[in-house]
């Protein structure tokens, strides 16, 4: 099933919106490398700017490929602290993947880019450390991996049934 650049940027929007609600519980779980209290609100606030860049573009006129590497600038632009600056490096791999790809991208497809994602965010990030967003990135990319092996379905479905599995990490 082919993703479509309206079905990203409503999953982008939705976890914008799901990041904004829990960024202080997010905050509160920080504890590496020191609890400084806001790694919800640097990923809202990078999120926020990624997503903001897309606004001075038309949805209907962007391929998913043009969309995902707009995105990408913007996150990087903006991004905040060390939890933005990883979200970043994990949409940057993703987009270094996705720009390979020609027309839409399959589920099997968008798998491949998060594992490349997840590659680019843990090569650079000083310290790499299990325990943090870092496996997250990881659990979310083996999990899509395995459920796209699994199943067709819409990538709304798979990355709901991911959740729980983020949830136990």
């Not at 409503?10 to 779980?29: F, G, P, V, W």
């Not at 933005?84 to 491949?112: P, T, W």
Request: net charge negative.
């Amino acid at each position: 099933m082919a993703i479509k650049t309206i079905q990203i940027n409503t999953i982008l929007n939705n976890a914008y919106d799901l990041l904004s609600r829990e960024k202080n519980y997010i905050n509160n779980l920080n504890v590496f490398p020191v609890p400084d209290g806001d790694t919800g609100l640097n990923m809202v606030l990078t999120l926020r700017g990624a997503l903001n860049n897309i606004k001075s573009h038309s949805l209907k006129s962007m391929t998913i490929q043009e969309y995902v590497a707009c995105f990408t600038e913007g996150a990087l632009l903006n991004s905040r602290g060390c939890s933005g600056s990883i979200l970043a490096l994990f949409c940057k791999g993703i987009s270094e993947s996705v720009k390979l790809i020609e027309g839409s991208i399959s589920n099997h497809e968008l798998s491949v880019s998060f594992k490349k994602g997840y590659e680019i965010a843990y090569q650079e990030t000083t310290n790499p450390t299990e325990g943090t967003m870092l496996t997250m990135m990881r659990v979310l990319s083996e999990q899509f991996e395995k459920l796209c092996s699994e199943s067709s379905n819409n990538t709304f479905f798979l990355i709901k049934k991911i959740i729980p599995s983020l949830e136990e990490t």
